[in-house]
């Protein structure tokens, strides 16, 4: 006979223990020096404290360049006292990871810049071969007179499109690809997509496209009116935006790690 003995119910069971991916906010810090940085980071708060407020981020040590002396606790609570949780230190030094470890603070290891490099290098040698092999198919298939469709890319099939309003205090994730909403998007709402946005209405809250690191996401608005805009982690908060861009439409594309408003 055949017991279920092993195998706990959800009910059973206190926990589960799962993956997930969480987007979350890096300060990269270049040079520590404690008055500047609490001064900088409060003109920061100041221009987004909603934005900020309760914000779990990651500082960033790779750069620094005096973090031999880093008093961790000390840089931990000065982002506490803006509203900033600090849920861990990224940094291969070993005073880093002794002194996080010392603290019973989370460290991660440094993003390796070969790698990113070798991954859209790799990717774009990919578009390169494909664009050739579909052209090389085109034309065969034209010859024959049997031209077949093409298939949706991924990245088609992983656009999601919203008819509805987007209200305040909602928030609408496209984890893969493109966030198309064909309807207004008020203020308080928040749109966040790995890919493009576009919103074919008033945009009134935030919009964070290329949440997982693409530079080359942009936002399209029809009538741009934004809380905030980020790209990739840059971001550009309301009153950073010049008055004639206001409520026209707008493309914004990230160009040497700074937003850039376009008129369409």
């Not at 500082?59 to 949780?85: F, M, P, S, Y």
């Not at 230190?89 to 989370?106: V, W």
């Not at 859209?120 to 578009?127: A, F, I, S, V, Y």
């Not at 966040?192 to 809250?205: C, E, F, K, N, S």
Request: proline share 5%; glycine share 4%; charged share 15%.
């Amino acid at each position: 006979m055949t017991t279920n003995a092993n195998f706990a119910s959800k009910e059973d069971s206190c926990f589960q223990l799962k993956t997930c991916r969480v987007n979350l906010t890096s300060i990269d810090l270049y040079r520590y020096q404690p008055e500047k940085f609490v001064t900088a980071l409060s003109e920061k708060v100041e221009q987004a404290p909603n934005f900020f407020k309760q914000t779990p981020v990651i500082i960033n040590l790779a750069k620094c360049i005096n973090n031999h002396n880093l008093d961790l606790l000390e840089l931990r609570q000065q982002c506490a006292n803006h509203g900033l949780q600090v849920v861990a230190f990224r940094s291969d030094n070993i005073y880093i990871r002794q002194a996080a470890s010392s603290a019973g603070l989370a460290w991660l290891p440094e993003e390796k810049a070969t790698a990113a490099q070798h991954s859209l290098n790799h990717h774009q040698t990919d578009n390169v071969t494909a664009h050739t092999s579909t052209r090389s198919t085109t034309t065969e298939a034209c010859t024959k007179g049997t031209l077949q469709p093409e298939l949706p890319s991924k990245q088609q099939v992983a656009t999601k499109f919203i008819t509805h309003p987007v209200r305040s205090g909602q928030q609408l994730l496209a984890p893969e690809g493109d966030l198309v909403v064909v309807a207004p998007v008020s203020a308080g709402a928040e749109l966040l997509a790995a890919g493009h946005i576009h919103v074919y209405g008033p945009l009134r809250g935030r919009a964070l496209a290329g949440i997982n690191g693409n530079h080359e996401a942009r936002i399209f608005c029809q009538r741009f009116e934004p809380e905030l805009i980020a790209i990739a982690g840059c971001y550009q908060v309301d009153n950073g935006i010049a008055r004639d861009q206001w409520q026209q439409p707008v493309q914004v594309v990230l160009s040497n790690e700074e937003l850039q408003i376009i008129a369409l």
